[in-house]
């Protein structure tokens, strides 16, 4: 638990951006190591650990799948390691999403410190407090993104777009570029009519796969059949609607009039295409053209469609349908690897409409199963020594549901024996020994006490009852944690069996609502 962990890592994209030294020799894989190792002699603390070393020679910062990290995850995982020292936070990783969630939630949940040597970070220093990331990372955010260019775009996109221009390349399906202002749009009313209509079908209740299939049956041409009529029929993708089609269509809030953009960023320099922007952070102008859709619709269409959205299957997730939005508390919908989708992850349903600010948009499910992962085997590890201490709460209970036992079997003993008691005295009356004043006197009596004895029983029964139940879930708790103890794989069984709700935030925090038992009463 206790070991000490450095992680080298050297890549070629550190010959390209680096901090203005000769990169070579100040990140070369040996002077990584020696200024960790000199680090660590002069600290007090770390000096006398056990070391381990983790390296990965060649590989880029901005996945993490590369040996060496991967074999240092595992034995923090596995509670090897009490803390993670680098050179440089983006030694660790270059996404800066993922090394958020590594120092918010993982390492903090596993105990782990975590030191960056140059940018003088230690978790230590900001325990119990999110550690000031953005300070901590301008320089690498400097590097990773070309400041002076996409400021210079933006700026000249976002006049442009202020002004009603479209300057995106294509139209969206609907409008068409204005004949008289330079950039401008203004509605496709051909077009605009089967937009119109897709609504409608949705508003009816439709879903997508069903408007497809009405729209084909009516003979309503695609965009590509529209506009390309030449390339219609050729290649056979794009001569029919499908779901994916129209749920573009659908999905789409240019309709509601509003222009959209800055939804991807260059990663750097140079690079082709761009990391894709959480819509939250999309720049957005209102009524920049005429709509094709009310909100109110909007909204309606986007209700109908949540439900039948959870509901659709494809790839399955085990944490489908327990994941919730921590800012509007909608459920998350699963977004596999598909088209344009790079990476698979959850995403708030609801945030499209509600537009809530603190809505978690998007969050990465790898990044999500491991964390889920990690806390899972942490809460099973409390459970196993809450269920080890809970032994000697179960010899307990077993004495207590031994002793209401021989109390309720004391109960009806002594019922029988005042049954006897009342047939004879009936008999005695019966044969004229006894008076009858006096017989219902002492009848009257022995009903009582029999009733006294009945509710006495009945009680012991109860609390029996009571008592059994818990014994029993006990006795389960524990057979579930012996048996999910060391889980490797988040599977649909083991989240069905002790995840009630995962609650997902902005910050990437993450709450989970355990599907456990606490002294007989459900922890909530
Ligand atoms: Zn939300």
């Known amino acids: ?73 595992k034995e923090i995982r596995d509670n090897k390691i009490g803390c993670v020292l680098v050179k440089d ?64 775009v933006k700026t000249s996109v976002e006049n442009k777009c202020a002004n009603g221009e479209y300057v995106f390349g294509q139209v969206p399906f609907g409008y068409a570029k204005d004949k008289e202002i330079k950039n401008g749009i203004a509605v496709n009313e051909k077009e605009a009519e089967i937009v119109r209509c897709i609504f409608a079908l949705a508003l009816d209740g439709n879903g997508s796969t069903q408007i497809a299939r009405i729209l084909n049956e009516k003979g309503i041409p695609t965009k590509t059949q529209m506009r390309h009529p030449e390339r219609a029929g050729k290649g056979g993708r794009m001569q029919a609607w499908d779901n994916v089609s129209v749920r573009a269509v659908l999905n789409n809030r240019f309709y509601l009039g509003e222009m959209a953009y800055g939804k991807s960023k260059r990663k750097f320099v140079g690079s082709k295409g761009g990391i894709a922007v959480p819509a939250k952070d999309w720049k957005v102008i209102p009524d920049h053209h005429e709509p094709l859709v009310s909100p109110e619709d909007y909204e309606k269409v986007c209700l109908f469609r949540k439900g039948a959205d959870t509901a659709r299957k494809g790839e399955k997730n085990p944490l489908v349908g327990k994941l919730f939005c921590g800012g509007c508390g909608y459920s998350m919908t699963y977004r596999p690897i598909r088209g344009k989708n790079k990476y698979r992850r959850f995403e708030c349903r609801k945030h499209a409409v509600l537009q809530i600010r603190s809505c978690c948009t998007c969050f990465s499910a790898d990044l999500l199963e491991e964390a889920v992962l990690t806390m899972l085997n942490r809460e099973l590890m409390v459970r196993g020594d809450a269920a080890k201490e809970n032994q000697s709460l179960v010899s307990f209970r077993k004495s207590c549901i031994t002793r209401l036992e021989k109390k309720i079997a004391e109960c009806r003993g002594r019922k029988k024996k005042l049954q006897a008691e009342a047939d004879a005295l009936y008999e005695s009356y019966a044969f004229g020994s006894v008076q009858a004043v006096s017989y219902r006197q002492k009848a009257d009596g022995i009903k009582e006490r029999i009733s006294l004895l009945m509710a006495e029983e009945e009680k012991h029964g109860k609390e029996l009852e009571q008592l059994q139940e818990e014994y029993r879930r006990t006795e389960e708790d524990m057979k579930q944690v012996i048996r999910y103890s060391h889980l490797e794989v988040l599977t649909q069984e083991v989240v069905d069996i002790f995840i009630k709700k995962i609650y997902v935030y902005k910050d990437k925090r993450i709450e989970i609502v355990w599907n456990f038992r606490e002294n007989g009463k459900e922890t909530e």
Request: proline fraction near 3%; include cysteine; glycine fraction near 6%.
């Open 1 to 73: 638990m206790d070991k000490l962990a450095i992680y080298l890592r050297l890549s070629l994209e550190d010959a390209a951006i680096g901090d203005g030294l000769d990169k070579d020799e100040s990140n070369s894989i040996s002077s990584q190591r020696a200024m960790l190792h000199a680090y660590i002699r002069s600290n007090d603390e770390l000096r006398d650990k056990e070391i381990s070393e983790f390296c990965d020679d060649g590989y880029s910062g901005t996945s993490m799948e590369r040996p060496g990290m991967l074999r240092l995850l």
């Open 89 to 152: 936070m983006s030694r660790f990783s270059r996404d800066y999403i993922e090394l958020g969630t590594y120092m918010n939630q993982i390492f903090p949940f596993m105990g782990v410190r975590f030191i960056a040597v140059n940018d003088h970070y230690d978790s230590r220093d900001h325990a119990g407090s999110t550690p000031p990331i953005d300070t901590a990372f301008q320089t690498l955010l400097y590097d990773l993104y070309s400041k002076d260019i996409s400021v210079k």
